[in-house]
C-alpha cells in the first residue's frame, strides 16, 4: 500500500441532495482492491458522519478541518480550541445575537434554545438543530465551533480574535477553527503517520476549506462543482459530483 486518497464529503463523496452516488461507491471498491488507502477530510465533526464511515469500510480520517484526526479507528491528533478565548468570543457573540454551537468529537449543543440560522444552517446538512446548553464549552475539548451570523459580520470577530480561522460555509454560518488550523495540517498528520511521500497522496474537495489540502497534496483534484478559486489551485478539475466526478476523477488519475 504506496498510495493514498483523502475525500472531502459534501459536494464530493455526497451530492447535493446529501447522497452517496453508486459510481463514487464503486470507485472506493476498486480503490481497496487496488491496495490504495482511504481516508476521509472533512470540516464535519466524527459523530456527523459515522453511517458514511461504516458504508465505505473507511476507519481513517480527518475531521473538524484537521482539529481531530483518527487513523484506523485511532485517535493520532488533537488540536483543541483555546477555550478561554472561547469563552470572551462566545460573551460577545451573544451580545451581539450572534448564536454558537459548540462540538467536540462526540456530540454538539448550542447556545441558545432555537434559532432559525442554526436551523437552515445544519438543516442544509440533514441535521436537526442541537439540544441547548450555552455552558458546553466549559471544561471540554471543542475541536470546533459554528457561529451564526450573515455575511460580513464575521469580520468583528476574524479582526479581533487572531488565535481563531474563520471559515464561511453558509450564507448563516461560519466555522471556528484554531488559527492555524486546516485540513493540510490534518492530512499531515496521516501522511507521517503513513510514511506517505507528497507524490503519493491525492486529495479531491469543492469547498474553499479544501483549499489547503488540495495544496498539500501532491495531485489535488477538484469538483466539477467545486468553487472557481479552488478550481484554479488544482491540479485536475473532474467532472461534477453529479456527473460520477469521484469515477472519472479517479480513473484520469490512474487510480482505477
Known sequence: ?????F????????????NLPDSAIEGIKKLKKNDVFIAIATGRAPFMFESLRKELGIDSFVSYNGQYVVFEGEPIYKNPLASQKLEELYSEAKQNGHPIVFMNQKTMKASVKHHEYIEESLGS???????????????RELYQSLLFCEDGEEEYYRGNYPE?????????????????????????????????????????????????????????????????????????????VDEDGIWYGLKELGLI
Not at 500500500?1 to 486518497?5: A, D, E, L, R
Open 7 to 18: 475525500f472531502d464529503i459534501d459536494g464530493t463523496l455526497l451530492d447535493h441532495d446529501k
Open 1 to 5: 500500500m504506496s498510495k493514498i486518497v
Open 164 to 240: 481563531f480561522h474563520f471559515i464561511r460555509w453558509h450564507p448563516y454560518s461560519v466555522d471556528i477553527l484554531p488559527a492555524g488550523g486546516s485540513k493540510a495540517e490534518g492530512i499531515k498528520k496521516m501522511m507521517e503517520r503513513l510514511g506517505f511521500p507528497p507524490e503519493n497522496v491525492y486529495a479531491f474537495g469543492d469547498g474553499l476549506n479544501d483549499f489547503e489540502m488540495l495544496k498539500a497534496a501532491g495531485t489535488g483534484v477538484a469538483m466539477g462543482n467545486a468553487v472557481p478559486e479552488l478550481k484554479q489551485c488544482a491540479d485536475i478539475v473532474t467532472r461534477g
Open 125 to 139: 446538512l440533514k441535521f436537526p438543530h442541537p439540544e441547548h446548553d450555552e455552558r458546553f464549552y466549559a471544561n
